[in-house]
């Protein structure tokens, strides 16, 4: 079955960076591009940009652009979603999901990885 | 940036009840490309609806999306326990993909 498998929780002093990581199968890795969405804790769903895996192309949310960056290694069908600079209002549930192609629904999600930013 | 605007904020009902969730737009949203989503304490979103009104794979028949352009919505017909839940609405009509602030069904 398709699942996506996120890497564990994170805890980052401000001004660091995150590295989250995202391990597709059950499904061709290439064909389908992998978006992320944040979380805040008791808040609503916020798109952070996509990674087309097959071309390593990507496009990010005008918010995160210049702090975000995504990459992929198709030889571990692995997607990466780095956020530097962090600040505590970036204490968040960080979600992968699978998107058909490029601005899209997102279908499944990943378990989520809880990325904890405090001094 | 196309602004969704999800009304209620919370619906109080029983099961067997049905449930109409609201879904606004700020501006058109091409093509009807809106999604719904159930989520549920501890898990990741989980699609139920796109292209306003088709029904994700697995999806039970009792939910049902529709709507067009800026107005748009998600029905439950006859609640079970398990659709207690927060159901967030996002479009992908734009390039700038945003979502809802959700709705939560709660029992009544």
């Known amino acids: 079955q398709v699942q996506l498998v996120q890497s564990g929780a994170e805890v980052r002093k401000p001004g660091a960076s995150v590295k989250v990581s995202c391990k597709a199968s059950g499904y061709t890795f290439t064909n389908y591009y992998i978006d992320w969405v944040r979380q805040a804790p008791g808040q609503g769903l916020e798109w952070m940009g996509w990674?087309?895996?097959?071309?390593?192309?990507?496009n990010y949310a005008q918010k995160f652009q210049g702090r975000v960056t995504m990459t992929r290694d198709t030889s571990i069908t692995t997607a990466y979603m780095e956020l530097s600079s962090l600040r505590s209002d970036d204490t968040a549930m960080y979600y992968c999901?699978?998107?058909?192609?490029?601005?899209?629904?997102?279908?499944?999600w990943g378990q989520g990885t809880l990325v904890t930013v405090s001094s | 940036e196309i602004v969704l605007t999800q009304s209620p904020a919370t619906l109080s009902l029983s099961p067997g009840e049905r449930a109409t969730l609201s879904c606004g737009a700020s501006?058109?949203?091409?093509?009807?490309?809106l999604a719904w989503y159930q989520q549920k304490p501890g898990l990741p979103p989980r699609l139920l609806i796109y292209d306003a009104s088709s029904r994700a794979t697995g999806i039970p028949d009792r939910f049902s999306g529709s709507g067009s352009v800026t107005d748009f919505a998600l029905t439950i017909n006859r609640l079970e326990p398990e659709d207690f839940a927060v159901y967030y609405c996002?479009?992908?009509?734009?390039?700038?993909?945003?979502f809802g602030g959700g709705t939560k069904v709660e029992i009544k």
């Open positions: 996002q479009q992908y009509g734009s390039s700038s993909l945003t």
């Open positions: 999901a699978r998107d058909p192609r490029a601005f899209n629904y997102f279908d499944p």
């Open positions: 501006q058109s949203v091409s093509n009807s490309y």
């Open positions: 990674i087309n895996p097959n071309t390593g192309g990507t």
